[in-house]
């Protein structure tokens, strides 16, 4: 019979999605049929499915860690932020619809039936299911029609391991303090708590540990020290964007939009050692020696196209090309280098358009239809084959696009400028690829390597597994599922 065990956490960050990932592997590697599930996201950071759908970068990741290809009943509800105040939502893989967030508890029994439907799926079909929480229980204020955390914890019958992170202060705190708030009925449902992110010696925390399992009467399933290869893995939150990173000679900025999407797109870069990767915030100008300008993948094309004015990283980049530097914008970040985005049914917001930043012949023109799909394309320039994937909205046309970034099953993908300088692709994962990757680094200059990318990652989940192994109660963990 099929059994599930979820990890919650005393907030955001605190480490949920590496502990749920490298204990699927740790699960998988002990020989089990292990899947993960997570029922509501909230993430930019989308990957696309076996079955066509998109789904949290984590949970696909988490997949990985299981041998398996992404499902999207891996995490039947995905929100993705458009605004301070809305955000798309994605059931099953597929939008739904685009909210309000005072709306949403409406919509939430609705979303419940489609998550319990998807659960009991991989129930069906695996050994384990390890399920990841969002957020916090102790949110207190969101707990009616919750299908995040205890919600979803007490219809599924499914124990929960609270985890506090340590690094940022207070887990005592934390992790009491969430069992003073939560009602007796949610209470029943951890099965006991883990510290994360612990930086020193662990033995420095043995008082404050029995203090909590002793006022708590929870059950301490241990410490975990901080997971320094944690960087090899992809992100999914953007608050775990590098600010900057390597040493290397080639000079990558990269601008941090507000409403950045699918960043995992600049991993393999960021960890190319004769890469050096900026990424460049707000109130901060474009170096002025960067050799390559990305523009990444946006939830909001004009919003981030003003956004991107408002920080003068446009007069940054006019200067950026006299120079004769070079540009490459990705899904969002290729229509703003067009002349024009036009959006007439208000499918990102307000019903308009905006001039864009002028660097390629193109305009764009925003569409209800999405296209979401995974690709095999060739770089026109190289000449080398990648593999990736498209999930974005709109349609970009005009002269540029006569010279394209790639082919795709024959047909012309993005834009090029005459000089060959600026370039623009809705393609996203094709630095995962490592031959690509070298032979566009040299294409445009840069220094190639060796890195096996996809290689580290798993390699890195295996380290991540036996990093759980030795300083947690995994069996126990596992133990304890139902």
Not at 94 to 99: E, F, S
Not at 102 to 127: C, N, T
Not at 411 to 419: I, L, M
């Amino acid at each position: 019979m099929t059994r599930a065990v979820m990890i919650q956490g005393t907030g955001s960050n605190v480490g949920k999605s590496m502990l749920v990932a490298g204990l699927c592997r740790a699960a998988w590697l002990r020989g089990l049929k292990v899947a993960p599930f997570k029922p509501q996201n909230m993430s930019n950071n989308a990957a696309v499915t076996e079955d066509l759908g998109e789904i949290g970068r984590a949970q696909a990741l988490q997949a990985l860690a299981c041998g398996l290809a992404a499902h999207t009943d891996m995490n039947p509800v995905l929100l993705k932020p458009e605004s301070e105040t809305g955000a798309q939502v994605i059931v099953q893989g597929k939008r739904l619809t685009t909210t309000r967030a005072r709306e949403y508890p409406a919509l939430k029994p609705r979303l419940m039936e489609a998550v319990l439907e998807s659960f009991a799926r991989l129930k069906a079909r695996h050994d384990l299911v390890i399920v990841e929480g969002a957020g916090s229980p102790a949110e207190v204020n969101l707990r009616a029609g919750d299908i995040a955390n205890m919600g979803f914890a007490r219809a599924a019958d499914c124990p929960v391991i609270l985890t506090g992170d340590i690094d940022r202060g207070g887990v005592i705190a934390q992790i009491i303090g969430s069992q003073a708030v939560m009602e007796a009925g949610d209470n029943a449902m951890v099965a006991g708590f883990l510290i994360n992110k612990f930086r020193g010696d662990p033995r420095l925390f043995d008082d404050g540990y029995e203090y909590i399992a002793a006022r708590s009467g929870w059950r301490g399933f241990g410490v975990v020290p901080y997971f320094g290869d944690a960087y090899r893995l992809p992100a999914e939150d953007a608050l775990d964007l590098p600010k900057g990173g390597g040493s290397g000679g080639y000079k990558i900025a990269v601008l941090t939009l507000s409403r950045i999407a699918n960043f995992d797109d600049l991993d393999p870069l960021a960890q190319e050692p004769g890469v050096s990767l900026t990424m460049v915030c707000a109130g901060e100008v474009i170096p002025a020696d960067s050799d390559l300008v990305i523009i990444p993948g946006s939830k909001s094309t004009r919003g981030d196209l003003a956004y991107l004015r408002a920080q003068g990283w446009d007069t940054d980049l006019a200067a950026h090309v006299r120079r004769g530097g070079k540009v490459l914008g990705i899904c969002a970040g290729y229509q703003m280098l067009g002349a024009m985005v036009r959006d007439p049914l208000g499918i990102e917001g307000s019903a308009g358009e905006a001039a864009g930043l002028g660097h390629l012949g193109v305009e764009t023109e925003m569409t209800p239809d999405k296209h979401l799909t995974q690709i095999e394309a060739v770089h026109q320039a190289t000449g080398s084959g990648f593999q990736g994937y498209e999930i974005h909205i709109g349609r970009s046309e005009g002269a540029d696009r006569q010279r394209p970034f790639a082919t795709v099953n024959g047909r012309p993908e993005g834009a090029v400028s005459a000089d060959g300088r600026v370039m623009g692709s809705y393609l996203h994962g094709m630095f995962a690829n490592d031959a690509f990757r070298a032979a566009f680094l040299r294409s445009i200059g840069g220094e190639a390597s060796g890195l096996r990318y996809a290689d580290g990652v798993d390699e890195t989940l295996d380290t991540l597994a036996a990093h759980l192994e030795a300083h947690v109660d995994v069996a126990g963990i596992l133990g304890c599922a139902r």
